[in-house]
């Protein structure tokens, strides 16, 4: 690739660029200044009291699905006890419902539609205005449902209409019930 492809390559991808440039610069400060909020503070309990041993809904007990703790677990696991290591879970989830809502937008509409949708969807879900800096189970969920929905509508449409293929609606099914599993009201 020659550096004269580069300029080409960003300008083709912008729509893509910017909302991830957005969102990124407006969670930055969830990694710097943590503050646990009464929520998050009660996942991550119930998740350490099942590393513990103790068994979930049963001695270590919160009203939510289990892949949310699933979730908690992995964090404490690679990031030990930091906010931070958990909300940089919420960041990648947060990531995969722009890049996936960026692109369905522009294969059915267009890419300046993608961009100006992709702007507004980083300051929905990047800002403390819907909680978007913190680590409760609607951040954590958004990913994997918008990629399903966003794969689903995709795989419906097109030059031909036609049938999702089998495996389709399985990966499909799968991403809708980590919705289900991190929040019942998915």
């Known amino acids: 690739m020659t550096m004269s492809e580069v300029p080409a390559r960003m300008k083709r991808n912008l729509h893509v660029i910017l909302p991830i440039a957005l969102y990124l610069l407006l969670r930055i400060p969830s990694l710097i200044e943590p503050q646990w909020y009464q ?27 289990p892949l949310l703790f699933g979730i908690y677990g992995l964090s404490q696991m690679l990031f030990g006890a930091s906010e931070a290591g958990l909300h940089a879970l919420t960041i990648l989830s947060g990531l995969a ?25 980083a300051v929905i ?14 951040s954590l969920l958004i990913g994997p449902v918008t990629v399903g929905v966003v ?5 419906c449409t097109g030059s031909a209409v036609r049938r999702p293929r089998a495996r389709t609606l399985v990966g499909i099914g799968v991403l809708l019930a980590c919705g289900f599993l991190i929040q019942q009201t998915a």
């Open 39 to 65: 929520d998050e503070a009660g996942y991550a309990s119930t998740a350490w009291l099942t590393h513990l041993g103790y068994g979930l809904y049963v001695d270590a007990w919160n009203n939510k699905p």
């Open 97 to 121: 419902a722009i890049i996936a809502a960026v692109v369905g937008i522009s294969r059915l509409f267009s890419a300046r539609a993608a961009l100006w949708a992709g702007l507004a969807i």
């Open 125 to 138: 879900i990047g800002t403390p205005m819907l909680d978007g800096d913190l680590a409760l189970p609607e």
């Open 151 to 155: 794969w689903f509508l995709c795989s």
